[in-house]
């Protein structure tokens, strides 16, 4: 399997103000260290980290300079590189927003982000809604709904990214108190946005347990989400497979079985299409491919969908590629990644290490990604 990448964000400063007594971090990081206070971060990531050791040889990290990730990286001995550097001898919000536009312009499949609810500011000020992000806890106030409750269970949850485990993501709350009123014996909490994150839901275990999931009422539930959430004048191209089929069915749209069709606006424009055909459908028209994973073998593209071509894709956006699948046909996988064999090397590298997946009626999972061997392994 290819290597996999994460974004890793240190806040030097996050949790500086707890131990005397200020309350928080923000603003009063000199205080707080004239005060005798002791940096904590980079130890509460090491707590993260170590989760993912025994992964190191498939991990490079994306990170920025010195106490922002890579001091700490190089220490633990993890493969990384360095996409910035600070702007002062200490980082500041615009360090951490930087360092988010820099991890999402390099793709990574999940950003790590150590600090409290200003850190969780500063990362929601520029992070787009497609990135996954994961806080580890190290501030004074964690109000947020974008942290794990331990560093611990922060590295486990994205220990179990790597393995295959099923993740499904939602959105989480970024708030934050105003310092000034709490220092003032007044507590005034402030919602300041939201953020893509992962989340536990055990859901491996659960669908190993007969009955715990309905094929067919997940296939309602996810036409249910698509007939609330089409967009006018885009073109949704549907994959083969029993999956997208149900899907179609659930809508009262009559798709073939194993060929690829085209609905516009809730109807059916183009059924059992050619690889011609699909990209004059396509090209220039803004659009949406949705296919689904072979199940026990996970193949989304280059096996039975070869109409799907590396043109067609290009065409359409990997960004608006989405995966449909059930957690139980994800089950059958043991943990193995999604492939992809377009034939194209240069467009599977071009992949993500992880996509998204819809699972259920406005339920989405992150699931890792690898290529088929028509792709080069970077191991």
Known sequence: MSV???????????????????????????????LGAEPRAAARTRIALECLLAQSARLEFATFAGAMGADLLAEMGFNYRVLGELAASSSSAIDTQNAVLALQDAGVALIMFAGGDGTARDVCA?????????????????????YAISPRAAGELAKRLLEGGL????????????????????????????LTVPVEGHYMQQVKQAG??????????IADWLHDSWEA???????????????????????????????????LIASDVTEA???????????????????GQGHILGRGNQQISPRVVRAIGLEHLRVVATKRKLATLAGRPLLVDSGDAQLDSAFPDAVRVWAGYKEELLYPLGWGDAAPSSD
């Open 4 to 34: 996999f990448h994460l974004g890793l964000i240190i806040n030097p400063l996050a949790g500086l103000g707890g131990s005397v007594g200020l309350k928080g971090s923000d603003g009063v990081a000199v205080q707080a260290l004239a």
């Open 126 to 146: 520029v992070a787009n809604s497609a990135q996954p992000v994961l806080g580890i806890p190290a501030g004074v106030k964690i109000h947020s709904g974008v």
């Open 167 to 194: 993740v499904r993501l939602a959105s989480g709350e970024v708030r934050d108190q105003d310092e000034e009123a709490l220092r003032g014996g007044k507590v005034a909490a402030r919602w300041y946005g939201e």
């Open 212 to 221: 715990m999931e309905s094929e067919e009422l997940v296939l309602v539930e």
């Open 233 to 267: 004048d885009v073109r949704y191209v549907f994959g083969p497979g029993s999956t997208l089929h149900g899907i179609a069915s659930n809508l009262g749209l009559p798709t073939s079985l194993l060929g690829i069709d085209v609905i516009e606006n809730g109807a």
């Open 277 to 295: 055909q699909l990209f004059e459908l396509v090209h220039g028209y803004p659009s949406r491919l949705l296919v689904t994973a072979i199940g």
